[in-house]
T-cell receptor, first 112, second 113 residues
Framework: DTGVSQNPRHKITKRGQNVTFRCDPISEHNRLYWYRQTLGQGPEFLTYFQNEAQLEKSRLLSDRFSAERPKGSFSTLEIQRTEQGDSAMYLC??????????FGPGTRLTVT | DQQVKQNSPSLSVQEGRISILNCDYTNSMFDYFLWYKKYPAEGPTFLISISSIKDKNEDGRFTVFLNKSAKHLSLHIVPSQPGDSAVYFCAASDGGGADGLTFGKGTHLIIQP
């Protein structure tokens, strides 16, 4: 059984560029979550999907952030016009309905 | 406004002894609580969870206690081992875990030989 995978593991970009991260959940999990973690803080919930439906997106940090899960399997998180304050670890998690969230290894974003 | 608080940024415990990590919450709607362990440059790893209908859950060396009246939970690790050295996060949900989790800031546990 493979766990949650995320790509890329590291991304360095220049301010103003767009970036996209991918998350592949555990195959039978119908819920997929995105979190952001900055230094010294716990993960901060951003958005989640049940199958292909995005059920919560009010926590997305700004309108520069968007997420998709077009076929109810993998998901992408896009940040447009990146800013230095976007530098963080972006974590994806999946779950089977309610219950435990299983996290991927994260994507480390550095905006220069 | 932090709804989940871990007031000890770090904790040092001797190998073989008990480690006790504490967590307080303010939202009375939280009904599901989890503990995660995190190593640097990795995602959080699930350890143990507890529903608000219980006051204790045990899994091997890990036990979580929930005191709803005090809005407090704790994680006990017995006996502590060197591999337990990591950052431990307390998390809570008001949807039985179905919605997003609210995390504390974490406690860095250091197991001394």
């Amino acid at each position: 059984d493979t766990g949650v995978s995320q790509n890329p593991r590291h991304k360095i970009t220049k301010r103003g560029q767009n970036v996209t991260f991918r998350c592949d959940p555990i195959s039978e999990h119908n819920r997929l979550y995105w979190y952001r973690q900055t230094l010294g803080q716990g993960p901060e919930f951003l958005t989640y999907f049940q199958n292909e439906a995005q059920l919560e997106k009010s926590r997305l940090l700004s309108d520069r952030f968007s997420a998709e899960r077009p076929k109810g399997s993998f998901s992408t998180l896009e940040i447009q016009r990146t800013e230095q304050g976007d530098s963080a670890m972006y974590l994806c998690a999946s779950s089977l309905g309610s219950g435990t969230h299983y996290f991927g290894p994260g994507t480390r974003l550095t905006v220069t | 406004d932090q709804q989940v608080k871990q007031n000890s940024p770090s904790l040092s415990v001797q190998e073989g002894r008990i480690s006790i990590l504490n967590c307080d919450y303010t939202n009375s709607m939280f009904d599901y609580f989890l503990w995660y362990k995190k190593y640097p440059a990795e995602g959080p790893t699930f350890l143990i969870s507890i529903s608000s209908i219980k006051d204790k859950n045990e899994d091997g060396r890990f036990t979580v206690f929930l005191n709803k009246s005090a809005k407090h939970l704790s994680l006990h690790i017995v006996p502590s081992q060197p591999g337990d050295s990591a950052v431990y996060f307390c998390a809570a949900s008001d949807g039985g875990g179905a919605d997003g989790l609210t995390f504390g800031k974490g406690t860095h546990l250091i197991i001394q030989p």
